[in-house]
Nanobody, 128 residues
Framework: HVQLVESGGGSVQTGGSMRLSCASS????????MGWFRQAPGKDREGVAV????????YYASSVKGRFTISQDIAENTVDLQMTSLQPEDTAMYYC??????????????????????WGQGTQVTVS
């Protein structure tokens, strides 16, 4: 069983930056997908950024491209999300996720919530 622990959330002013970190409780094998989803009140969950562990494949939601960067440290079993130029619409609960990789014809890490079977407790990010 994989436990995911997020850290780094909080409040920030518009235009500010924040870094989220996710630690996995045990070795997260290569060829899995790991990343971040978010959910704002009254909205559906949204895949923010996902990467293929040990590989180069990454996905970013169009709303965060150029502002957010996802990175991995395989040795430490961590995935970070560096967020810059934060906007009020980035306010949400952010969840770290892990799931198996699978090719859907377009990408090996489809950014669909159903593809991820492990979720962290979430960390709140508030931009005002």
């Amino acid at each position: 069983h994989v436990q995911l622990v997020e850290s780094g959330g909080g409040s920030v002013q518009t235009g500010g930056s924040m870094r989220l970190s996710c630690a996995s409780s045990r070795y997260t094998y290569k060829r899995n997908c790991m990343g971040w989803f978010r959910q704002a009140p009254g909205k559906d969950r949204e895949g923010v950024a996902v990467l293929w562990i040990g590989g180069a494949t990454t996905y970013y939601a169009s709303s965060v491209k150029g502002r957010f960067t996802i990175s991995q440290d395989i040795a430490e079993n961590t995935v970070d999300l560096q967020m810059t130029s934060l906007q009020p619409e980035d306010t949400a609960m952010y969840y770290c996720v892990v799931g198996p990789s699978r090719w859907d014809g377009t990408t090996i890490c489809p950014p669909n919530a159903n593809n991820f079977n492990y979720w962290g407790q979430g960390t709140q990010v508030t931009v005002s």
